[in-house]
């Protein structure tokens, strides 16, 4: 069985997948903040694991953690100028973070032939265009939702910090709390139908731990994914199965 890592700034998501199985179609998966890295050894000693496919934008020590539990040796997944049908047109390929890249692939085999946009909501937003032909022409990167709520309450002496069960006004809000939920997700909602007029994009997939509360500010149709970065690595790791290189 393969299993598939992404390790993103906040949390490390995973999935067990068999080979051959439909996109999304996981085993088993799960996610764990960074301080509660541990608790996946135990996890992931009772899965089958024969093969590892590990993108990972978390930093060289949470990777080498990673590798120690791990029962074999993890491929790294890395952005290259061409895999799974995409083509990185990013300036210098190697340079565009492999979740995004990961995320393309993902979001070109969800949409063939559709000029896409995908929007990984986490703790950073990143809001990328694929053209119908599958060639990656670049994005947007922007503070996420958390972060951007937070920043205002750190660096504002009277703005009060926004938590997880805060709503959103359905007008223009008439408190500060409200003022500041609804001023953010009309800043990441903005960015991400920006993306889609810029494109002229026929397909719009949102992912990322943000993304339900971010699609309930946009004025465009979506499709809501559950882990787009997931879905990239499963694609690329069948590919290289059949013989193109994936990591």
Known sequence: MLLLIDAGNTRIKWALVSPGSAAGAWLASGAVAHAQLHSLQA????????????????????????????????????????????????????????????????????????????????????????????????????????????????????????????????????NTDDAILSGCLAAQAGAIERAVRMHGATACLLSGGAAPRIASALSIAFRLVDNIVMTGLQTAAQIDHQGEQAC
């Open 43 to 174: 996890t992931w000693a009772g899965l089958a694991v024969s093969e590892v496919l590990l993108s990972n934008v978390a930093g060289t020590a949470i990777g080498a953690r990673l590798q120690a539990m791990l029962p074999v040796q993890a491929g790294l997944f890395a952005s290259l100028p061409r895999l799974a049908g995409v083509v990185n047109a990013y300036r210098d390929p190697s340079q565009l973070g492999c979740d995004r890249f990961a995320a393309a692939i993902g979001a070109h085999a969800l949409a063939p032939s559709q000029a896409v946009i995908v929007a990984n909501c986490g703790t950073a937003t990143t809001i990328d265009a694929i053209t119908a032909d599958g060639v990656f022409l670049g994005g947007m990167i922007l503070p996420g939702l958390g972060l951007m709520a937070s920043s205002l309450a750190r660096n504002t002496a009277q703005l009060p910090q926004i938590g997880d069960g805060n709503r959103a006004p359905s007008g223009f809000a008439d």
